[in-house]
């Protein structure tokens, strides 16, 4: 089961700057948190992570929160190309060995609007 | 510059009939191996995964199996297919040792039918 919850669908309209929320109130101390998207019938396009400062690349901007129970990832001046499913996610170790895998949940449907 | 490649891109097969999906990474050497699997409508599982050359763990059994013949190529596979095997199949690669595990390069994905 996914450790994290996010809304189902949050709608934008060009150029803004969207908030996408992510709460991950299980989280153990290592557990780093990845965002990746994915539009139908494609694979999943990494996005970022961090463990517990801010990160920044050229795709967006991730906030945690100081407790880490919560994040937000923060497009700005989003395009059409930018609509997309959008997961928050928790590395988690996998039962009976020493490796972790992503679990992936339903996401945020993010669409966007001329 | 890597390079990710799935095959075939869609199949449609009946129930009860074999099943191979595979999967070609170039540009990177010792990667390590992933199979996804995604019903419609439902949420990415991970099926497998391959840290080195002939060894391959399963993560979720689905009666499928998994094998890693080559540094760059994993192959999914099963001698009769379930209705329930339908869905979208995707292969991804990650650094391997000492790198991060957890930023995955999908490919572009496997869409099976069984009828």
């Known amino acids: 089961d996914a450790k994290t919850t996010q809304p189902d669908s949050m709608e934008s309209t060009e150029g803004e700057t969207v908030h996408l929320p992510c709460s991950h109130a299980t989280i153990s101390g290592n557990e780093y948190i990845y965002w990746y998207r994915q539009v139908p019938l494609q694979g999943p396009e990494y996005v970022t992570h961090?463990?517990?400062q801010n990160t920044t690349n050229s795709m967006a901007f991730l906030a945690i929160a100081s407790d880490r129970k919560s994040s937000t990832l923060i497009l700005p001046h989003v395009s059409l190309r930018d609509a997309a499913v959008y997961h928050c996610?928790?590395?988690?170790?996998?039962?009976?060995?020493?490796?972790?895998?992503?679990?992936f949940g339903q996401g945020t449907s993010l669409s966007v609007v001329p | 510059a890597q390079t990710i490649h799935q095959w075939p891109v869609a199949e449609i097969k009946a129930v009860g009939s074999p099943l191979s999906l595979g999967c070609t990474i170039k540009g990177k050497s010792s990667p390590n191996l992933y199979w996804y699997w995604q019903a419609t409508g439902g949420t990415l599982q991970q099926l497998f995964y391959s840290i080195t050359v002939g060894q391959v763990e399963s993560v979720v059994q689905l009666n499928l199996s998994a094998s890693r013949p080559k540094d760059d190529q994993f192959i999914l596979s099963t001698e009769k297919l379930l209705l329930s095997h339908s869905g979208f199949y995707l292969c991804a690669w990650s650094l391997g040792l000492g790198g991060n595990t957890g930023q995955l390069y999908f490919g572009e994905g496997s869409k099976l039918t069984v009828l």
């Open positions: 961090g463990l517990q």
């Open positions: 996610i928790l590395r988690v170790p996998i039962a009976s060995s020493s490796f972790s895998k992503l679990v």
